[in-house]
Every structure is written in structure tokens, then in C-alpha cells.
């Protein structure tokens, strides 16, 4: 059971790039979610889906999109990259809701991004 | 808005020794997570509460929801439990999770 995946583990990239990081989890999870880790902050959330085709806003989303199209995946955009999105990047799945409330999270091993 | 609130910031504690580490919230929630994260980088579910006390080996969660706290106790730590430990809590009604800093404890031999 592979959990979530999440790829790449390292990336560079220069201002103005852009660039995919992906999520996938084969546990048929409604709830994805997708975090930035910066030193001396908690995770922060940025996007977050609860199914297929529904995402919404986090409390950081300036600069990211994502989109839904599959219960497996949640990928995250960076249309152009710029030197304050470099940061640590988390996906996390659950099988809870805040109705159903059932849910452990599952994180995959982290994105860790550098813009030049 | 809704604050988490750790501590403390940092633990070092001797091998053996009884570690709690605390957090406290300011709104209602529907869900309480503790989450360990390694050195490495990777993060871990330890226990979802949303009440009352849960046990798995040596770590014990319990949470007091009219006092908004919850505690992480380790009993007998050791070396590996040398970690960061983050509390995250879901408001209830939203899907969406706060979390707070996180505590990085370091168990010496």
C-alpha cells in the first residue's frame, strides 16, 4: 500500500518558471490537502480538496493552483514561480470529513523547493 | 482566527524520563490532531481526539474540550522519540486544519 506519493523531492527552479508538484494516494481518500513548512511557522494550508472536482482556498493560495479531476490526485501549480515560495511542501490525505470526522491524516514525504 | 498554541518550544529531557508536551486552541473544533515529524523530514498521524484519552505503546494524547487543551504525554522516552511533535485541530464545521509550531524534543542517551 503505497499511501501518499508525492514527487519530486527536490527541485530548483528560477523565478518565473513554472512548475507541477504531485499527489497521489491510493487509499480513496476524499479529503487532499496540500501545506508549505517555512522555518519557525506551523504548516500553513495553501489548497485543499473534500472529492473530485471540488477545491477551495487555504490560507495561503496567492501564486498556487490546483485542480481535482480524479479522487487519486491533487497536483499543485506554480504558474511563476518567485523566491518566496521557496519553502518545504507537504501533501496530506484523509478519509474524514468534518462531517464524518473519522479521519487520520496521511502525509506524503515532502517537496522541498528552492527558487532562485 | 483561530490559534494554536504549543509548548513548550523545546524539550531535552534524559532517557527514561515522563515528557508532556501541551497545546491550546481558541475555537470549538470537531477533531485534534498529534503529528510526529523526524528529522528526516517525514510526518507521522499519532492520534486523532475529539475526546477524552487514547493510548498506543508508551505515547498517551487526552484532550479537555472546555479547557481547549490537549497533552502529549511520552512515558520511559528514548533516543527515537527524538522528534518534532505538532498539534493540528480542525474547527468544527470546516474541513480546513490549523496547526501550531511544533515542539522539538531531544532525548539524550
Known amino acids: 500500500n503505497a499511501g501518499v506519493t508525492q514527487t519530486p523531492k527536490f527541485q530548483v527552479l528560477k523565478t518565473g518558471q513554472s512548475m507541477t508538484l504531485q499527489c497521489a494516494q491510493d487509499?480513496?481518500?476524499?479529503?487532499m490537502s496540500w501545506y508549505r513548512q517555512d522555518p519557525g511557522m506551523g504548516l500553513r494550508l495553501i489548497h485543499y480538496?473534500?472529492?473530485?472536482?471540488?477545491?477551495d482556498q487555504g490560507e495561503v493560495p496567492n501564486g498556487y493552483n490546483v485542480s481535482r479531476s480524479t479522487t487519486e490526485d491533487f497536483p499543485l501549480r506554480l504558474l511563476s514561480a518567485a523566491p518566496s515560495q521557496t519553502s518545504v511542501y507537504f501533501c496530506?490525505?484523509?478519509?474524514?470529513?468534518?462531517?464524518?470526522?473519522?479521519?487520520?491524516?496521511?502525509f506524503g514525504e515532502g517537496s522541498r523547493l528552492t527558487v532562485l | 482566527k483561530n490559534e494554536v498554541e504549543q509548548s513548550p518550544q523545546n524539550l531535552t529531557a534524559q532517557e527514561g524520563e515522563f515528557i508532556t508536551i501541551n497545546c491550546s486552541y481558541s475555537?470549538?473544533?470537531?477533531?485534534l490532531h498529534w503529528l510526529q515529524q523526524h528529522p528526516g523530514g517525514g510526518i507521522v498521524s499519532l492520534f486523532m481526539?475529539?475526546?477524552g484519552k487514547k493510548k498506543h505503546g508508551r505515547l498517551i494524547a487526552t484532550i479537555n474540550i472546555q479547557e481547549k487543551h490537549s497533552s502529549l504525554h511520552i512515558t520511559a522516552s528514548h533516543p527515537r522519540d527524538s522528534a518534532v511533535y505538532i498539534c493540528?485541530?480542525?474547527?468544527?464545521?470546516?474541513?480546513?486544519?490549523?496547526f501550531g509550531k511544533g515542539t522539538k524534543l531531544t532525548v539524550n542517551p
Open positions: 481526539l475529539s475526546s
Open positions: 475555537v470549538g473544533i470537531s477533531a
Open positions: 480538496s473534500v472529492g473530485a472536482g471540488i477545491t
Open positions: 496530506a490525505s484523509t478519509s474524514g470529513t468534518s462531517v464524518l470526522n473519522t479521519g487520520e491524516l496521511f
Open positions: 493540528a485541530v480542525r474547527e468544527g464545521g470546516s474541513e480546513k486544519l490549523v
Open positions: 487509499m480513496n481518500h476524499e479529503y
